[in-house]
T-cell receptor, first 116, second 113 residues
Framework: GAVVSQHPSRVICKSGTSVKIECRSL??????MFWYRQFPKQSLMLMAT?????????EQGVEKDKFLINHASLTLSTLTVTSAHPEDSSFYIC????????????FGPGTRLTVL | GDSVTQMEGPVTLSEEAFLTINCTYT??????LFWYVQYPGEGLQLLLK?????DKGSNKGFEATYRKETTSFHLEKGSVQVSDSAVYFC????????????FGDGTTLTVKP
């Protein structure tokens, strides 16, 4: 199997606070993990690519100081939205690649962030 | 750069109807091609994939054939069910793009009983 979990599934926070989202590969080691943002009725927007033990690579236009990504182990990556504002409200999805099947991405169930 | 163009939705069908969702791509080299499905409020699930020309991916009654000559990967199902209602994304992964995948905009399918 290739199961990816995300926690929390939903989070509501006040403006100005920080929120951490975890992405875990449960039954495989993920050499690479990706973080996406999805707006209603739209496709996925890649935010960053993270490899275990190294700094994340951010896509153009994504603020690295606002969206902190840490890939601490081969099974865990975290996304921290710092000083969140209402415009950061979105559906955040992570995905992970197995080393044995590098083209296929296995997605987490997503995290719905609402910033009040 | 790489790109994926898929049929605009929404698509509404009656149960047991035939489904086609068109997908064409532009990529350098020889990408792998995928269809992912997203049910409401959930992340994406891999539906099927094909890694080289003329390969056919299939799963749960869905099929798609990698057509290099037409750069297409159309999704088909002979008889849809209400439970197939979801958003379908066509995607490609190209080794020349640092392992990143490129997604189409998604096609919303609604199947009515």
């Amino acid at each position: 199997g290739a199961v990816v979990s995300q926690h929390p599934s939903r989070v509501i926070c006040k403006s100005g606070t920080s929120v951490k989202i975890e992405c875990r590969s449960l039954d495989f080691q993920a050499t690479t993990m990706f973080w996406y943002r999805q707006f209603p009725k739209q496709s996925l927007m890649l935010m960053a690519t993270s490899n275990e033990g190294s700094k994340a690579t951010y896509e153009q236009g994504v603020e690295k100081d606002k969206f902190l990504i840490n890939h601490a182990s081969l099974t865990l990556s975290t996304l921290t939205v710092t000083s969140a504002h209402p415009e950061d409200s979105s559906f955040y999805i992570c995905s992970a690649e197995k080393g044995t099947d590098p083209d296929t991405q296995y997605f987490g169930p997503g995290t719905r962030l609402t910033v009040l | 750069g790489d790109s994926v163009t898929q049929m605009e939705g929404p698509v509404t069908l009656s149960e047991e109807a035939f489904l086609t969702i068109n997908c064409t791509y532009t990529a350098t080299g020889y990408p792998s091609l995928f269809w992912y499905v997203q049910y409401p409020g959930e992340g994406l699930q891999l539906l099927l994939k094909a890694t080289k020309a003329d390969d056919k991916g299939s799963n749960k009654g869905f099929e798609a054939t990698y057509r290099k000559e037409t750069t297409s990967f159309h999704l088909e199902k002979g008889s849809v069910q209400v439970s197939d209602s979801a958003v379908y994304f066509c995607a490609l992964a190209s080794k020349t793009n640092a392992g990143k995948s490129t997604f189409g905009d998604g096609t919303t399918l609604t199947v009515k009983p």
